[in-house]
T-cell receptor, first 115, second 112 residues
């Protein structure tokens, strides 16, 4: 089945620094990658949609300058949290759909802690 | 805008019994899919079952089945012969062209 590899699984960074999270589709081409954020005991909230070769689209309330998304190829999308602050601490998950209606495959998530 | 509502924050069931998790949704799209995902403590999202909205027949996957009522915009999940490994958060989701919209989740507890 379709696999999405996400790294790192856990990262602790100092306030003010930047962190990059990578998601790779291993056995299919993902023209679109979705990025979600999940706070403890809450549901997943869509942050942005990353499209290969074009600019990402962000959900209302998500700062595009803080959460930089790059979809450089059909198998790689990255999310960079810039100038991270403690309130950015969360669980970030990417997902992609191998084909329409197949069901989205999720990465294993990244637990970001900003200290 | 799409909304997905799960009205049961927590459900508990005895091992080997049957449990039903409820979900309602609202969408203006005509072409969409519905999903149930399981999230165990590892937080890996696992697809449990999916339903094409244009299909009237309810989807089944082994012990998991859905009751899809399109007119009522209802999409419940039935788990038969519950097992300890079924304990997790379950999220109902509606998928359109713009990704998934999730419900708030139901925490399923399996009593041994």
């Amino acid at each position: 089945g379709a696999v999405v590899s996400q790294h790192p699984s856990r990262v602790i960074c100092k306030s003010g620094t930047s962190v990059k999270i990578e998601c790779r589709s291993l056995d299919f081409q993902a023209t679109t990658m979705f990025w979600y954020r999940q706070f403890p005991k809450q549901s997943l909230m869509l942050m942005a949609t990353s499209n290969e070769g074009s600019k990402a689209t962000y959900e209302q309330g998500v700062e595009k300058d803080k959460f930089l998304i790059n979809h450089a190829s059909l198998t790689l999308s990255t999310l960079t949290v810039t100038s991270a602050h403690p309130e950015d601490s969360s669980f970030y998950i990417c997902s992609a759909e191998q084909w329409r209606g197949n069901g989205y495959t999720f990465g294993s998530g990244t637990r970001l802690t900003v200290v | 805008a799409q909304t997905v509502t799960q009205s049961q924050p927590e459900m508990s069931v005895q091992e080997a019994e049957t449990v039903t998790l409820s979900c309602t949704y609202d969408t203006s799209e005509s072409d969409y899919y519905l999903f149930w995902y399981k999230q165990p403590p590892s937080r890996q999202m696992i697809l449990v079952i999916r339903q094409e909205a244009y299909k009237q027949q309810n989807a089944t996957e082994n012990r998991f089945s859905v009751n899809f009522q399109k007119a009522a915009k209802s999409f419940s999940l039935k788990i038969s012969d519950s097992q300890l490994g079924d304990a997790a958060m379950y999220f109902c989701a509606q998928g359109g062209a713009d990704g998934l919209t999730f419900g708030k989740g139901t925490h399923l507890i399996i009593q041994p």
